[in-house]
């Protein structure tokens, strides 16, 4: 690396960055739109919106023909699985792509609960989106045993005592996730695949809140399955699941039987979404491009995703730490989750709080009159909202940063804020 840039760590290039994404030009009642929405999704860069339409203009056909566009189609397959798998760090039919990181989860957890009989267990988490919840306490039906682990209710964090106690001889999996789309809790899942792995058991992990804000080693971790969904870090609506090539291949899918044996393409059902897939090797173009603006000596398409990251990481921290200190000193204004500007390394920007005059519902619509896109409710976190007793009452008001947003929308968000509250 040359020595420039070991001296400026790499940095967004955010002027950059915001000529990327066309939709963040929007304005709402005069004001410029602030879009604090991508927990629930994020915003796609234009060579996204540029590849799914090229697709559907030149490529646009089905998969194993014997004619040009399909051909071209099962090459832009083969390309996004393999960029994909760089984004993941596996190997390209390690990769399985689906219509959302919920029904993949489903399709994974049917067949392993194929291979589960009365009594084994499988443990959970309360911490955790309900996709990585009702998927796996579906097999009660079979008579297997649903632990959940708690979490500590003044931090949001794992009960990692609590969880290592669920973990039996009789446990077959744990599944956990990567960070909490509520309150941006970033777990040691490092630690739970490790814990899963002593017992015997296969680690299901859900990333689809991590991605966008962390880097993603699947080999590093050595977990035997990750999801997430591309939506969520600038891609278009697809999710895409990892799993270790031994469990894909021994691993019974439900399928129809003219669709392939083969490894991944079984766990692929019906005709994909190919405009989307297309729109995924997009993205994963512009986290390499990104990653070689912020580092332009890096090597490989990886490398340059670590770069990317680790540009993201410092942008993301700096607005987390002045969101912290922002939201803690607005009197009447709760939040959830770890508020303590030492542990940043385990959260995201990721922001849940509730005010005491105003339902979430209430905060969300007066910041969006304002231009500012924030979530209101329980975001499918429903264990999260349901243990902290907020459930019937609206949920929390969800305000989540992404490397597109800027410290000044950071500045402009809590004196809004300020404003709505303290009336
Ligand atoms: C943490 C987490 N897991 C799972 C999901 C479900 O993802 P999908 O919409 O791709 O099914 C979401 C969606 O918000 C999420 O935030």
């Not at 019906?270 to 090597?299: F, M």
């Not at 939040?335 to 105003?358: E, K, M």
Request: hydrophobic share 40%; glycine share 8%; charged share 20%.
């Amino acid at each position: 690396m040359p020595l420039a840039e070991q001296i400026a760590p790499a940095t967004v290039d955010l002027a950059w960055v915001r000529s990327q994404f066309p939709s963040l030009a929007q304005r709402v009642n005069g004001q410029p739109a602030v879009f604090l929405d991508g927990p629930g999704g994020t915003q796609v860069p234009q060579r996204v919106i540029d590849a799914i339409s090229l697709y559907l203009s030149r490529d646009n056909a089905n998969t194993g023909g014997a004619y040009n566009t399909s051909r071209n189609t099962d090459r832009m397959i083969a390309e996004a699985r393999a960029a994909m798998a760089d984004f993941l760090n596996c190997d390209a039919d390690e990769v399985v792509f689906g219509a959302n990181m919920t029904s993949l989860t489903y399709a994974m957890s049917r067949a392993i609960g194929r291979e589960l009989v009365a009594g084994d267990e499988i443990v959970l988490t309360l911490l955790d989106h309900d996709a990585n919840f009702s998927p796996w306490k579906a097999l009660e039906e079979k008579g297997v045993v649903v632990r959940a682990a708690k979490f500590n209710p003044a931090d949001c964090t794992l009960d990692m005592d609590d969880l290592a106690r669920q973990i039996t001889s009789r446990t077959k999996l744990v599944a956990v996730g990567y960070a909490s789309n509520a309150v941006g809790t970033i777990n040691d899942v490092a630690e739970v695949i490790r814990l899963a792995r002593k017992a015997g058991a296969l680690s299901y992990i859900d990333a689809v809140h991590y991605a966008p804000h962390g880097l993603i080693d699947v080999r590093a971790l050595d977990c035997d399955f990750l999801v997430c969904s591309t939506y969520k870090f600038f891609g278009p609506h697809m999710g895409v699941l990892y799993g270790k090539r031994e469990h894909l291949q021994r691993l019974r899918p439900y399928k129809v039987r003219p669709n392939t044996n083969a490894s991944p393409n079984c766990w692929e059902w019906g005709t994909l979404n190919h405009e989307c897939i297309a729109g995924i090797k997009a993205c994963v173009d512009y986290w390499e491009a990104l990653g070689r603006r912020a580092s332009p000596s890096v090597g490989s398409r990886r490398d340059a995703i670590v770069a990317a990251h680790s540009a993201i990481h410092r942008h993301e921290r700096a607005m987390t730490e002045r969101m912290l200190a922002g939201l803690t000193a607005i009197p009447g204004l709760k939040l959830y989750g770890i508020g303590d500007s030492r542990r940043l390394d385990r959260r995201c920007a990721t922001f849940a709080v509730r005010s005491d005059g105003h339902s979430p519902l209430e905060l969300a619509t007066k910041l969006g009159d304002c231009g500012f896109f924030t979530w209101d409710g329980n975001y499918y976190a429903l264990n999260v909202t349901e243990q902290l007793d907020v459930e019937r009452s609206g949920g929390f008001l969800r305000i989540g940063f992404a490397h597109y947003n800027t410290l000044e929308e950071v500045e402009r968000l809590l004196a809004a804020m300020r404003k709505i509250v303290c009336v």
